[in-house]
T-cell receptor, first 109, second 113 residues
Framework: EDKVVQSPLSLVVHEGDTVTLNCSYE??????LLWYKQEKKAPTFLFML????IEKKSGRLSSILDKKELFSILNITATQTGDSAIYLC?????????FGAGTRLTVKP | DAGVTQSPTHLIKTRGQHVTLRCSPI?????VSWYQQVLGQGPQFIFQ???????GRGNFPDRFSARQFPNYSSELNVNALLLGDSALYLC????????????FGQGTRLTVV
């Protein structure tokens, strides 16, 4: 059965710390991997990764995909309290996205 | 440009009742997908529609149904509600049926009592 596993499930850090969130997957019909940030309700899109080894960056956030080892990481540098959220990893298949359970990140001042 | 809009935002229903949730995709987007998110879990795929045709269905009972209209808006219907149907229902729209970058609405919080 297809699965997407995120780790850790929960993480508490202080402002300024750097964090790495992990996502591993075993999915048939893989098309791409996406990261979303969910603060209250609507997950907001962060990155879509299709090719291995190509880092995508947006400000303090970056992400990379390893299609051989079937995982992705999301890095956040110089964390801020506004980064507190649930970070969701999803694998895009033919007609749907398979989500992991998410990592709940709490950034303390 | 308006993003994905869902209505209502909150809803309380009694077991056995029926509910209809609505979604308007981003202008120009033809694909709409529905997801159920139970507290503490990631969203789980229910349906995908593209150009008014069902393109995918998740592992949900027949009590769940959906449709897409000519203007690409969509409805999700759930019959014979159970307590376990309580969840956040998310609608996502994307420009193609390949579901490239899907953008989510704020969701409908359904509580079944």
């Amino acid at each position: 059965e297809d699965k997407v596993v995120q780790s850790p499930l929960s993480l508490v850090v202080h402002e300024g710390d750097t964090v790495t969130l992990n996502c591993s997957y075993e999915v048939t019909n893989f098309r791409s991997l996406l990261w979303y940030k969910q603060e209250k309700k609507a997950p907001t899109f962060l990155f879509m990764l299709t090719s291995s080894g190509i880092e995508k960056k947006s400000g303090r956030l970056s992400s990379i995909l390893d299609k051989k080892e079937l995982f992705s990481i999301l890095n956040i540098t110089a964390t801020q309290t506004g980064d507190s959220a649930i970070y969701l990893c999803a694998v895009l298949r033919f007609n749907d996205m398979r989500f992991g359970a998410g990592t709940r990140l709490t950034v303390k001042p | 440009d308006a993003g994905v809009t869902q209505s209502p935002t909150h809803l309380i229903k009694t077991r056995g009742q029926h509910v209809t949730l609505r979604c308007s995709p981003i202008s120009g987007h033809k694909s709409v997908s529905w997801y159920q998110q139970v507290l503490g879990q990631g969203p789980q795929f229910i349906f995908q529609y593209y150009e008014k045709e069902e393109r995918g269905r998740g592992n949900f009972p027949d009590r769940f149904s959906a449709r897409q209209f000519p203007n690409y808006s969509s409805e999700l219907n759930v019959n014979a509600l159970l307590l376990g149907d309580s969840a956040l229902y998310l609608c996502a729209s994307s420009s193609t049926d390949m579901n490239t970058e899907a953008f989510f609405g704020q969701g409908t919080r359904l509580t079944v009592v």
